[in-house]
Structure formats: structure tokens, C-alpha cells
């Protein structure tokens, strides 16, 4: 059974971290020890972990692969991973290290033919999609650019390749603890009722979950909300 809450670990330097918007600049650090939030996540019953490598991200190539394979075989959570996937080797060392899933963003759009090439090897089962968006389009590079891309348009094309799991951001409400994007949720999940749809970015509060869950989203991603304190590990592991 999969968890509807799954709490996100960012890691810089090796360190548990949040950004505001995605800014490098605005960077807090939960944590030292990424392995220590993981384990504190998997007492308290929770499945499933969203792992981002930041400097990855930054960097165009995956980093900070050790912290992954130090939470994958010191924990049995389910760990999804990404962050600086650019290619067959960035992926083979994702799964390598022992995440279950490889996170894929910019790469659907910037090299279809590279992301369909590592559906085919891995199987679309293995890809996490995320698709983050500025006013229903599909933005890239850190968000620095948007794209002509609809958020339809790009789901309907990777669900035809027989990607199930999906994640979307809306840029606008990530890090800012304003509350999830429940409109634009609802219109995709009307477009594609059947559609596995993580929501991603401004959830601040058990009472955003739930009205995420009363729309029908598969799971949600939460960060922030859990560090700063709004959300209790308890309160996760009641709802989960």
C-alpha cells in the first residue's frame, strides 16, 4: 500500500536542507545527518522517501549519491531519487545505490529520446515524472525557463509511454508554506481520473493533506511543513 504522505530529504553538502522558490540563497539546514531524518521517518512508519540531491541539480550530474546508499541500506524506506539526471550513467548509479525509483524532471522535455531510451531499459514502472509548472506550462532548469509546454500535453504524452507515477509542482507555491495547488490538481485529476498524481510544493498543514486526499490525489510530497514543525511525524503515520 502506498503511503499518501511522503516526506522529502534535500540534500546539499551532504546536509538535510529546504530552499525557499528553489533559491540556493535562501537554504536552511534541518540537519547534518541525512541518515538520522530518514531513520526518524522509518520509526515512525512511513514507506516512502522523496530524496533530492540539490547539488545534482545544480550541477548537471548526480552527487550525492552516498547519502542515498547510506539511507537505502541502513533503512528499508522506498526511495525515489533524483536531482542532475543527464544520462544512462547518472541513472545506473541511482538504482546502483538503491533507490527504487529514478526522479526524472527537465530530461523528459530537454531529451525526450535519452528519457525514453532509460523507459526502455529500466521500465516506465521505475521512472518518478515530475513536471514543474508556472501557470499551467511546464518550466525547466531549475525553473529559470518556461517552456510552451501545457501540463496536459506533457502528461498525456508520457503516460502513451506507459509512465504511471507523476509529481507536479507548482513553482509558485513550493517553500513558501501557502498552501498546495488544490485548483490546478483537480483540473488534471478531471482530465485523467486514473492518473497516479503526487502533488509537490506548499502543503503547510494536516488540513491541506486531507483536502488533497478528498480530490483524489494518489500521495503528496512534504518537506517543510514537516521540519518546521506544522506537520508531526504522529500526525503522518495516523494519516498514512
Avoid at 511543513?225 to 506544522?230: C, H, Q, T
Wanted: charged share 20%; with cysteine; glycine share 10%.
Amino acid at each position: 500500500m502506498q503511503d499518501f504522505i511522503i516526506p522529502a530529504i534535500d540534500i546539499i553538502d551532504g546536509k538535510c536542507v529546504r530552499l525557499s522558490q528553489g533559491d540556493y540563497n535562501q537554504k536552511k539546514v534541518y540537519n547534518e545527518h541525512p541518515l538520522e531524518v530518514a531513520r526518524e521517518f522509518e520509526q515512525a512508519g512511513i514507506k516512502r522517501l522523496h530524496l533530492v540531491d540539490l547539488d545534482g541539480a545544480k550541477a548537471g550530474k548526480v552527487i550525492n549519491w552516498q547519502v542515498l546508499e547510506q539511507i537505502a541500506t541502513q533503512t528499508s524506506l522506498i526511495i525515489d531519487f533524483g536531482g542532475g539526471v543527464k544520462t544512462f550513467q547518472d541513472a545506473d548509479v541511482i538504482f546502483n545505490s538503491g533507490a527504487h525509483l529514478v526522479t526524472i524532471g527537465s530530461l523528459a522535455v530537454k531529451n525526450p529520446t535519452l528519457f525514453h531510451e532509460i523507459i526502455q531499459k529500466y521500465g516506465p514502472g521505475k521512472v518518478f515524472l515530475g513536471a514543474d509548472v508556472k501557470d499551467e506550462y511546464i518550466a525547466i532548469n531549475g525553473w529559470l525557463e518556461k517552456t510552451n509546454i501545457s501540463i496536459i500535453d506533457f502528461i498525456q504524452q508520457n503516460l502513451d509511454l506507459g509512465v504511471q507515477q507523476f509529481f507536479c509542482t507548482d513553482i509558485a507555491k513550493d517553500g513558501m508554506m501557502a498552501g498546495p495547488s488544490v485548483e490546478l490538481y483537480t483540473k488534471l485529476l478531471h482530465q485523467f481520473p486514473y492518473l497516479q498524481l503526487t502533488a509537490s510544493g506548499g502543503v503547510t498543514s494536516i488540513e491541506d493533506l486531507k483536502a488533497l486526499k478528498a480530490i483524489g490525489m494518489h500521495s503528496a510530497i512534504v518537506g517543510k511543513a514537516i521540519y518546521e514543525g506544522n506537520i508531526t511525524l504522529d500526525a503522518i503515520s495516523k494519516m498514512n
